[in-house]
């Protein structure tokens, strides 16, 4: 959600920023712009839409050596050129991350004193307010630091004042942003795959530091404006993170992944019946999982299993209703945040709440070094690697085998477990061929509503493959515990309705047989996920039956899959679905 990239170097910096920018398309955004110095002006272009829009208006050789870029994801003012930023204020031109929850307050005062903006954005109003500052203190440092006293809410900012060809500011709280060092050259960005054109080294920064930028120097400063030493961090990663390596679609390129990042994941953290260096649940009395979209369902998917297997009484709940519900805390408790980003506001905000409550946390988080996986007190990587589809598919296949290795840590008889577990990736290496999914979507398609019905571990899959395939195809999905049907829901069914029934529980499934044969007899086509081979539904993905502790992880790639599939037939942007951004770092 919003991407930010900043450039000071020795090379020209268009070419730089627009790789950059491009390369966190994937945060999801509806505007992008940039601003650069040139003869000692700072010329801004913004442009609705894609970033192609913008690229379109840019003279890649233009004599520039410092700039910032921006794509937007419209929160306060609708998606248009005027909203876009980078923002100027007199002789402030920035680009902002996150929300500024006092704008208005700010905005009437600003109005108050005979200032006016056209954007609607809060974003505006930071320019403002900076600019004014910068006017009373004329010193840019001292500037940034009084800002933060007046601005309440998250930000990343990248910031260039008319006064200053040589240098480029940037400061955050609770929104992302890294400062890559190369060789005479310095990139400012949201996220690591921003800054990999230039250099794999960087410093991280933490709340309320002030980063000042200049040719061969990087400084950075605490919002007191003592200065910080910091050692940079290396990025061990891919460096090909930004290619779909032969495959349509980053989703389709991540869900092949999934084999190898759960075989990584239990080669790392298993051996014969051992379990090692996993965070030890034991102690606590009971867990409560706060996560938000699908890192909520793989917490719901690890309920079952550490109740089931653990014996730990488990809540899930979504982080933003987390945060304003009634709460109990109780110093017994541990509070385990699920995250890809690590930077998901609400998650992070969850997060915040139960350690002021002095409640231990545990995140389990893909993202290395992120703000969730730095501020909780405990940290299990799913080192997933880099997720660039907006739907998460390894990532949250990774949550689920991370939860459910918390859950066997526990369990001291655990070998015929473990043993399950091992099957599991050369299970998804053959369900993402085996099956004709283009066919089951050519029919799915077509439908205008598709419900997802299973019960108990089954209604969690379901939550997850209804979600999934609502966020790519736009058609409206639901998925719905079997039993609660008939209590209002079963009167949507009709012969045009798209049923999914996931049926991977044997100890349920005369009950959810039942449920389908009602379904059926309203007209409806039910198309079963299940290892069970009787004939209940119209038709079937019939996956191989395995022992009960294996059996629900079947289901997850062909509900992958057949989402995939359906988006593609309808001809939908798989990667970069309308309206939806993969790091959701706004409230
Ligand atoms: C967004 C993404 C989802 C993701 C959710 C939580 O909505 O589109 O795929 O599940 O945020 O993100 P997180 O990074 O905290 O797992």
């Not at 712009?33 to 442009?47: L, M, N, P, R, W």
């Not at 493959?465 to 998925?479: D, M, N, Q, R, T």
Request: net charge negative; glycine share 6%; hydrophobic share 40%.
């Amino acid at each position: 959600m919003c991407g930010i990239v900043g450039y000071l170097g020795n090379r020209k910096a268009i070419p730089i920023i627009m790789e950059g920018l491009k390369s966190l398309e994937y945060r999801g955004y509806d505007s992008s712009g940039i601003a650069y110095f040139k003869d000692h002006k700072i010329e801004v272009i913004k442009k609705e839409g894609k970033i192609q829009n913008l690229d379109a208006l840019l003279n890649y050789d233009e004599d520039t050596f410092m700039g910032i870029a921006h794509t937007r994801w419209a929160t306060h003012g609708k998606a248009n050129d005027l909203n876009a930023h980078p923002h100027t204020y007199g002789k402030i031109t920035l680009v902002h991350n996150g929300i500024i929850e006092n704008y208005e307050d700010l905005k009437k005062a600003l109005f108050a004193k005979g200032k006016h903006f056209e954007s609607e954005t809060d974003t505006i109003v930071v320019a403002c307010l900076l600019d004014e500052l910068y006017e009373e203190t004329r010193d840019m440092l001292k500037a940034i630091s009084l800002l933060m006293q007046k601005i309440q809410g998250s930000y990343a900012l990248a910031i260039l004042c008319k006064d200053e060809t040589d240098t480029l500011y940037a400061v955050r709280k609770d929104s992302p942003l890294i400062v890559g060092v190369g060789e005479n050259e310095t990139i400012l960005a949201s996220d690591i795959p921003a800054i990999l054109g230039v250099t794999k080294n960087y410093y991280l920064l933490n709340d309320k530091e002030i980063v000042q930028v200049k040719k061969n120097k990087v400084t950075i400063y605490d919002e007191h404006l003592n200065e910080v030493l910091k050692e940079t961090k290396t990025y061990q990663g891919d460096l090909e993170v930004s290619s779909k390596k032969g495959y349509e679609h980053f989703m389709l390129k991540e869900i092949h992944e999934e084999p190898e990042v759960l075989q990584n994941l239990l080669l790392k953290y298993t051996k014969e019946d051992k379990i090692r260096e996993v965070f030890d649940i034991t102690p606590y009395k009971n867990i409560e999982i706060v996560a938000c979209g699908s890192a909520y369902h793989a917490g719901l998917i690890g309920k079952y299993y550490l109740e089931t297997y653990a014996n730990k009484k488990t809540t899930v709940t979504y982080a933003s209703e987390y945060r304003y519900q009634k709460h109990f805390f109780d110093k017994e408790n541990l509070v385990i945040l699920i995250s890809q980003s690590g930077e998901t506001a609400d998650t992070l905000a969850a997060l915040k709440l139960a350690k002021e409550n002095g409640i231990d946390t545990l995140s389990i988080v893909n993202v290395r070094d992120s703000s969730i996986a730095r501020s909780s007190k405990y940290v299990f990587y799913t080192d997933a690697g880099i997720e660039v589809a907006v739907a998460t598919t390894k990532a949250y296949f990774a949550q689920v085998i991370a939860l459910i290795l918390l859950a066997l840590n526990t369990v001291e008889d655990r070998a015929s477990y473990l043993a399950s577990l091992r099957k599991l990736p050369s299970f998804i290496t053959k369900y993402i061929d085996s099956f004709d999914y283009e066919s089951y979507a050519k029919r799915l398609a077509t439908c205008e509503h598709i419900f997802y019905l299973g019960r108990g571990i089954d209604y969690a899959l379901a939550m997850e493959g209804s979600l999934k395939l609502k966020e790519i195809s736009y058609i409206h999905s639901e998925a719905y515990p079997s039993g609660e049907l008939k209590h209002g829901t079963i009167s949507l069914i009709d012969e045009n309705t798209g049923v999914i029934a996931v049926v991977m529980n044997e100890e349920l499934k005369e009950k959810s047989i039942s449920n389908i044969k009602e379904v059926l007899a309203r007209g409806a086509k039910v198309l079963a996920i299940t290892p069970i081979d009787e004939d209940f539904a119209s038709s079937k993905i019939l996956l191989t039956k395995e022992d009960a502790f294996l059996n629900p992880l079947l289901a997850i790639v062909p509900m992958q899959m057949l989402a995939y599939h359906v988006a593609k037939i309808k001809g939908c942007d798989i990667d970069k679905p309308r309206n939806l951004a993969k790091s959701v770092t706004v409230e």
